[in-house]
């Protein structure tokens, strides 16, 4: 350039120069031309020079492109390595600021150019950002397939990581097999994919990349573990609960009337606060006989489940039980309204308290919010003439339970630690289960692969509600060394 004026005003210095006088390429056909059309001034900011900011007024000329076919008929000329086309920065400028939204993006990297005498709106660093070409990532040798939800329940896509860097190297648009065949078939090159036990992923993969190696990785694994282990723990429930203390009845005194002995876990889990039957777990017996009467009648499942009206996957749920007990575990779960007040009504009623109504009143001082009925439902077996079992302590949640067994041992709280093994006393099938899951964390964490059939064959020989919950994926996907 050809420098003219410099001046320093206010902490900014600003710069007048001329471009100089060559001839110019057009930006559209290529032709180079040195005719000039007119001239016109242009304004830049660049590089700040210690704490003053850099104003460039630089006059560059408008050319003429002599090329016939050329859409263009004038074009301006541009300074290497300091303008650009429709820029009000120069180069260096911009390479500078683009370097801090990648670092810190929005109102971060606006302190940041601030404090660098750069001063930039937050939307500006992030419009530099998308103004970036996207990077064309090399295919990966073990590519990592997973879904996710675009809109959960209705709508799902498919990321694709290069496990080697673990970041995402393409996102796909559904999760479908033909979707994820024809990606592989434009990316040569997959030696091993990673992927979770979607049967669509696995034909996928076949279509697309039949050589490549399909594996699992260890956070399914482990998680459909997870899942298995809390069926398991749902299932036995009422090992959860410490047994009641059976007290003997005091004949000194005068005592008020006390409560039976508490009734097994799962039959009392059936009954509401007043002892009826609750609606969903008759149902749930109901559809049970329907569907097995139907299923041993020779209907398939397509046909029962237009016959009864249900969706398929509830008639397959229905089909696939061992009992209706399986059915009933999430139903017995749902704790009840009353669980965090029962302590108190049964420590009040050994005291002498058996006014239900002085109790209701009792119960919402301390914010209960449900009715009198409720109250007097729980306490009618009290009225029995029997011995009045003590304050119950809360039974863990089997959500907890599952977590103290996936937990590392050595990592576990105290307070859980004792809770744990108090629950695997009182109960062999927890307790072989918890010697499962761990025996097969060891096989994950220390990478002991040819010890994973002789944990099958164990698994299944004891631990068989682990091994039916255990999610194998579709029929198409099972090892061929995996029983049916």
Known sequence: MQLEHVDSHDNTIRVTARAPAYSAACPACGARSARVHSWYQRHLADTPIGDHQVRLSLRVRRLFCDTPTCPKRTFAQQVPGLTVRYGRRSRRLHELLTAVALALAGRAGARLARALHAPVSRMTLLRLVRALPDPQPATPRVLGVDDFAIRRGNRYGTVLLDMATHRPIDVLPDRTADTLAGWLQTHPGVEVVCRDRAGAYADGVRAGAPQALQVADRWHLWHNLGEALDKTVRTHRACLREPPDIAPADTTTEAPTKAPAAQPALSRDLLDAHGHQRPLI???????????????????????????GLAFRTTRRFARANSV???????????????????YLTRRWNQGCTNAAQLYAELQAQGWSGSLRTVQGYLRPFRAH????????PAPKPRHVVTWIMSDPDRLDPDDHVRLKEVLTRCPELEAAAGRVREFAKLMTHRRGHRLEGWITATTAGATLIWRALPWGCAATRPPWLPG
């Open 282 to 308: 008759a149902r749930t017996q109901e559809r049970y006989a329907e569907v097995q009467e139907l299923l041993a009648s020779g209907m398939s499942l397509n046909a029962i489940s237009r016959t009864l």
């Open 325 to 343: 007990e399986e059915l009933l575990v999430g139903a017995c779960d749902r704790a009840s309204v009353l669980e965090a007040f029962k302590p």
């Open 386 to 393: 029997q011995a009045a079992p003590a304050a119950p302590a």
